[in-house]
């Protein structure tokens, strides 16, 4: 089988290729790493190539499944890791120079649990330093470029797990999110960005950017591949303190596309902002929902005009408290955009911190009457397309204070509420660049948004489209 064909494929397909041992890990590792060799220079997007250990952990792969010792749908298949997450023994760089050749001894909660599934760490992808940015362009390693034209950013701050998926540098990476740094770079490179609810998967042995808002998440091709990759590494995790003492549900096996009857609420007023284009794929998507038995209902939630404000005063708040004693130490090896986030942090008072919360106590309980009335909330993810890299790079302009400051309403509310969200391709503008819808639910229904997401995969092809770097 051509490296092409494989690399082609979705999850399901490759883990049940790789299982049924009509192609061996080690044929599909060594294609992602010839892939990841062609594009990574134009690309950017790892920070870290583990090529030895990648095919020592293939090879062995391969002996395990021969033998009969099958670990599940990601055995002998090629992940990548934003470097946030601590990988025991490769370098974990933060995207950051005050840790450019820090190499820990222990692997994060997400890291144990993709080496326990068998899953091959191809390497660690990078991002905005600490996490602290909607660009990826603020990287002490440089910026990523985005596969479907490399003179526009990817999106960030997880902007190298995105790029990778999007240029089939492996079916599946993990990343995180503070503000929308899945959702967005997902939108912007044309793949499905799923963020849990908060405490659903651990973020044990990964650096922090807010400790209220921080969540790991994960980028594939299709809904059911999230699915795969989510059941992996979700779970309760007790050295996490936000982490759910809850059963964990298996969500590929659960996964539904029947729709008929879901109540999805549109925030009308949010498309004030988009441009046509993404404005016109946004009403596409719907009608899809409503061809599949959705019913829409618009309604408006006013406090959400507070959300992208309350939640960057709470992240940079939280954020200079994470950072006061590295910043005090290295304050002149930071990225200066990242420097200036967190100075402006560390002259937040506890008294204005605990205004904010109070503001988001009230947007919470807002959204929570709200979906007593919807089940899932759908805004376009982006009010754009992804912008040029010259204007992330930049820092100045409504354009770039738009990608840089992460100062939008739509994307930040998920994730300041801990609110399960996706996203998923709805279209290609006239630029030949990805649109995304994003779909939030309701806290702990997870399993809601995925369905509502695969049934509009079911009716739609957007997901199969492929960039020509």
Request: aromatic share 8%.
């Amino acid at each position: 089988m051509a490296d092409g064909d494989v690399l082609a494929m979705n999850l399901t397909d490759l883990s049940w290729l790789i299982a049924s041992k009509k192609v061996s890990a080690s044929e599909v590792v060594s294609a992602a790493l010839a892939r990841l060799d062609q594009f990574e220079p134009q690309l950017n997007a790892f920070i870290t190539v583990d090529r030895d250990g990648a095919l020592a952990q293939a090879k062995r792969a391969d002996e395990e499944i021969t033998r009969g010792a099958y670990r599940g749908p990601l055995h002998g298949v090629p992940v990548s890791i934003k470097d946030l997450f601590e990988t025991a023994g490769m370098r974990t760089t933060g995207g950051s120079k005050i840790f450019a050749d820090w190499i820990p001894e222990h692997d994060s909660a997400l890291a144990e649990k993709l080496k326990a599934a068998g899953a091959i760490n191809l390497g660690k992808t990078n991002l905005d330093e600490f996490g602290h940015g909607g660009t990826s362009t603020l990287s002490h390693f440089g910026p990523v470029h985005n596969p479907w034209n490399v003179e526009r950013i990817a999106g960030g701050s997880s902007g190298g797990s995105a790029a990778a998926v999007a240029a089939g540098i492996g079916p599946l990476s993990y990343g995180t999110e503070t503000g929308s740094s899945v959702r967005r770079p997902a939108s912007y490179c044309g793949v499905v960005g799923f963020k849990p609810t908060f405490g659903i998967i651990s973020r044990t042995g990964s650096f922090r950017g807010a400790w209220s808002q921080d969540h790991a998440g994960l980028f594939a091709r299709s809904v059911k591949d999230i699915c795969l990759g989510l059941d992996v590494v979700a779970g309760f995790d007790r050295r996490d303190p936000a982490s759910v003492p809850q059963e964990t549900p298996q969500y590929a096996a659960r996964l539904d596309s029947n729709i008929k009857g879901l109540k999805i609420g549109v925030l009308r007023n949010f498309l004030e902002s988009v441009t046509p284009n993404v404005k016109t794929a946004f009403e596409a998507a719907l009608k899809v929902f409503a061809s599949a038995g959705a019913e829409l209902v618009d309604f408006d939630v006013p406090e959400l005009r507070y959300a992208a404000m309350t939640s960057n005063f709470t992240s940079s708040a939280e954020s200079g408290g994470i950072n006061r004693i590295w910043f005090r130490q290295h304050a002149h090896d930071y990225v200066p955009h990242v420097a200036r986030g967190i100075a402006v942090g560390l002259t937040i008072s506890a008294s204005e911190y605990l205004t904010a919360q109070r503001a988001r106590q009230r947007i919470r309980e807002a959204v929570r009457a709200a979906y007593d009335k919807v089940a899932i909330i759908a805004t376009p993810t982006t009010s754009r397309i992804a912008p040029l890299l010259s204007e992330g790079l930049k820092g100045n302009g409504d354009d770039a204070r738009h990608v840089s400051t992460n100062h939008s309403n739509m994307l930040r509310f998920p994730s300041m509420l801990g609110l399960p969200g996706c996203s998923l391709p709805i279209g290609i503008s006239p630029e030949n660049m990805p649109m995304g819808v994003q779909l939030v639910g309701k806290w702990f229904t997870d399993q809601t948004v995925l369905n509502a997401a695969a049934a509009y995969q079911n009716e739609t092809d957007w997901h199969t489209k492929r960039p020509k770097i």
